[in-house]
């Protein structure tokens, strides 16, 4: 079963869990490692980040030297996105949110993660349902470089999830694994630019 229709269904049943970690559960030099001597710690899993309509988010993502570093072209569904930053090397938390471009952002639907670099993205979660993140490089995205969000119902049935059409086709079991980039999101205060 799908994580959509599990979560339009209510029906708690182990496909998906909300406890998707706001930060990478391991650190480590994430461009700089010897990727012949690191334990690349991957697992497979449903996690997913839940939020409430209306919510707005940013999204790090980091690339990483894994196999190789490489440029991936991150792809959202259901919103635009906002490129307020982006670098070479690992993301500093405490040090790039300063430089941001929070005057005139490019909007786009993809964006690029340099190699061996990071990306860090904003968006308002105002379109209910269960969307897909994933990079655009195809090979990648069957490899496990991707996820989901679900963004919940808001207060009006204009801005609920609409049910799924009946002969809406079964999908398969499929258990993605993120191996070749870090996604990270956090919640921030767009009035004071807080984390
Ligand atoms: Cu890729």
Request: glycine share 6%; aromatic share 12%; hydrophobic share 40%.
């Amino acid at each position: 079963m799908s994580i959509l229709e599990s979560y339009y269904r209510k029906l708690n049943s182990g496909v998906y869990s909300s406890d998707f970690p706001d930060k990478p559960p391991t650190a480590f030099n994430y461009t700089g490692v010897n990727p012949l001597n690191e334990n690349m710690n991957t697992e497979f899993g449903t996690k997913v980040p839940v939020v409430p309509y209306g919510a707005r988010l940013e999204f790090v993502l980091q690339d990483t030297a894994f196999i190789n570093v490489e440029n991936h072209p991150i792809h959202i569904h259901g919103h635009n996105i906002f490129v307020v930053g982006t670098g070479f090397g690992n993301f500093d938390a405490k040090r790039d949110p300063a430089k941001y471009n929070l005057i005139d952002p490019p909007e786009r639907n993809t964006v690029a993660v340099p190699s061996g670099g990071w990306t860090a993205i904003r968006l308002k979660a105002d379109n209910p349902g269960v969307w897909f993140m994933h990079c655009h490089l195809e090979a990648h995205t069957t490899w496990g470089l991707a996820m989901v969000f679900v963004v919940k119902d808001g207060s009006k049935p204009s801005v609920c999830l609409l049910p799924p059409p009946d002969d809406l086709p079964v999908c398969a079991d499929f258990s993605p694994a993120c191996s070749f980039i870090l996604f990270y999101f956090i919640l921030y205060d767009p009035i004071n630019n807080k984390h």
